[in-house]
């Protein structure tokens, strides 16, 4: 097997092909990762999601980590990370930055789920719109020769 480092113009590439990701983020030394779906408009990954322990914690700490991959099998495989900072896009305050993401969800069917999906009856139904801003991103890509 061979890895190879990849462009920056491909971890951007594999970004816009694909929707799921594992969000990280860390409080008081503790790092969570959870599986989220996202758009890249080119520039930001954008991400909605129910107000929970995931935007608690980012709101606290708002450096995250993205990582994104597509594997074909244990020898053919390609994954980006994205170092980058949370930032809610709140009501009218970003208001050309919700319309783009809500533009980039629409594109798929049931974009909203799972991220307004009810989990029990003690979690919180308020929708959160947030993007990361990516400050550093790299990516490798596995292969047979």
Not at 27 to 34: E, I, N
Not at 38 to 43: A, I, L, N, P, R
Not at 105 to 128: D, I, M, N
């Amino acid at each position: 097997m061979v890895i190879h480092e990849l462009p920056e113009s491909e971890c951007r590439e594999l970004l816009r092909r694909n929707h799921v990701a594992r969000l990280a983020c860390v409080r008081k030394d503790q790092p969570y990762v959870v599986p989220i779906q996202f758009d890249f408009d080119g520039e930001h990954l954008y991400f909605f999601a129910t107000l929970g322990q995931k935007i608690i914690w980012m709101r606290e700490n708002p450096w995250v980590c993205v990582e994104v991959e597509e594997i074909r099998d244990k020898y053919n495989w390609a994954t980006v990370i994205v170092f980058g900072r949370y930032e809610e896009l709140r009501e009218e305050a970003h208001a050309d930055a919700r319309a783009k993401a809500m533009a980039l969800f629409g594109k798929r069917s049931a974009w909203w789920l799972p991220g307004a999906a009810r989990v029990g009856t003690t979690e919180h139904h308020v929708p959160v719109l947030f993007r990361v801003h990516p400050t550093r991103m790299t990516g490798r890509r596995a292969s047979r020769d």
